[in-house]
C-alpha cells in the first residue's frame, strides 16, 4: 500500500498530468486525531475528514472526486417509502460476503428532507392554542416550531475482493449515500436505527432490509456503541458516581446490541466497524491507490430516496418547509377550536 506522503507527491504530480479541480486536490496535510473534537461520545468528524475501520481518518478529496457538501437546497427527485421487513433478524450473509459496517450516531450534512411524527404535529396545535389564548395570533405563530431534517452520510466503497453486504447503524436520522468503486459488488444491505433512515445511489436490484423506529423497539433492541477512552463520558466518569452509572448502562447496552449483531452477522461486524459519535463520510476498503481510481461523488439531487419512517416527510427547502409544516400546524388548531381561531381571544 502506499504510504501517506507518498501518495501526497504522486497525487501533486498526477495533477499536473491531468484534469483536477481545486476542490478534488488532496490536503498536504495529514488528518491529525488530535485535533478532533471528541465530545460525550466520541469523535466529531466534521466534512470531508472521513472515518476509517484503522481509526486513521482521510480526506474525502483522496477517495472521491466531486464532493460538495449537501446543504439542504438541492431536491431529489422523490421519496419512496422502505417499509420495515417485519422481522427481529436478517439474512445471513453468504460465506463469501465481505462485512462492512458502519455505525454512526448521526451526521452534519443536510438535505431537503424533513419530518415530523403525529405526535409532534398535535403537540405544536395543541401548544398553538394554547399560547394564541394567553398572548394573541402573532405570538401563536411565533411558537410553531419546524420540522427536523434527515442528514445524510456517505459510504465510499473500495473493498473488491470479495462481495460486500453492508450493514449501515445509526442512532440518528440519517439517509446513507453508497459511492462504489469500479468493480465493488454489494451483496445486500441492512439498515438498523433507532429513528428514520433511509438509502440512496443503491443499484435498485440490490435487496435491502431495514429495521427502524417502532420495528426496532418491538423488537427490544437499541443501537448502542460500546465506549472508548476518548469519549468525554468516560472521562466524566471518573468524578461522578451518576455518569459512571450511565457509561455502565450504554456498555450494557453496547454489549446487548452487539451481541445482537454477531447473532445476525458474524464476528466481523464487529471487528471491522467504522463507527464514531458523528460523522459525514466512511470509507469500506483502502485508499484508492492511483488518482484516477477515485470514486466520482454521487448527488443525491434528482435521485430516488428510500426512507424506513413512520414519520410524515415533507420535500423542499427549508424555508418551504417550515411555511408549509406551519400551515399544518394552524389547520389542525383551527380544527381543535371547532374551526374558528378567532375565538380563542387572549385572556385578560
Known sequence: MMTFPKLMLWVVMSCMLVACSESDQVPQNKVDL????????GYVMHTKIVATKHKQPEWVQAIATGYVEADGKKLPQ?????????????????????????????????????????????????????????????EAKKSIDRPRSMKIADVFVTEKSKPVYLVLSSSGNVIWNIHKADGVKISRIALIGYRNGGIVNVDPTTPIE???????????????????????????????????????????????????????????????????????????????????????????????????????????????????YKSRVIALATEMAGGDLTILKPSN
Open 34 to 41: 488530535n485535533k478532533i473534537t471528541s465530545k460525550i461520545r
Open 78 to 138: 422523490k421519496v419512496e417509502h422502505l417499509s420495515s421487513h417485519g422481522k427481529c433478524s436478517f439474512t445471513a450473509p453468504a460465506a463469501s460476503d465481505y462485512i462492512g459496517h458502519v455505525y454512526f450516531e448521526t451526521a452534519e450534512q443536510e438535505t431537503s428532507i424533513h419530518f415530523y411524527s403525529d405526535e409532534s404535529l398535535i403537540k405544536s396545535a395543541k401548544n398553538f392554542v394554547y399560547v394564541y389564548k394567553k398572548r394573541g395570533a402573532n
Open 210 to 324: 431495514a429495521l427502524h423506529n417502532d420495528s426496532l423497539k418491538r423488537c427490544n433492541i437499541k443501537p448502542a456503541r460500546t465506549p472508548r477512552p476518548n469519549w468525554a463520558l468516560v472521562k466524566r466518569a471518573e468524578s461522578s458516581s451518576n455518569i459512571a452509572e450511565a457509561l455502565e448502562k450504554n456498555e450494557r447496552q453496547a454489549n446487548t446490541y452487539f451481541n445482537w449483531l454477531i447473532d445476525q452477522f458474524g464476528e466481523q461486524v464487529a471487528d471491522d466497524i467504522v463507527e464514531t459519535n458523528i460523522a459525514n463520510h466512511a470509507l469500506i476498503g483502502d485508499l484508492p491507490a492511483q488518482l484516477d481510481q477515485r470514486i466520482a461523488y454521487n448527488k443525491i439531487e434528482g435521485k430516488i430516496v428510500r426512507i424506513s419512517s413512520s414519520d410524515t416527510m415533507l420535500v423542499a427547502k427549508k424555508k418551504a418547509a417550515r411555511e408549509e
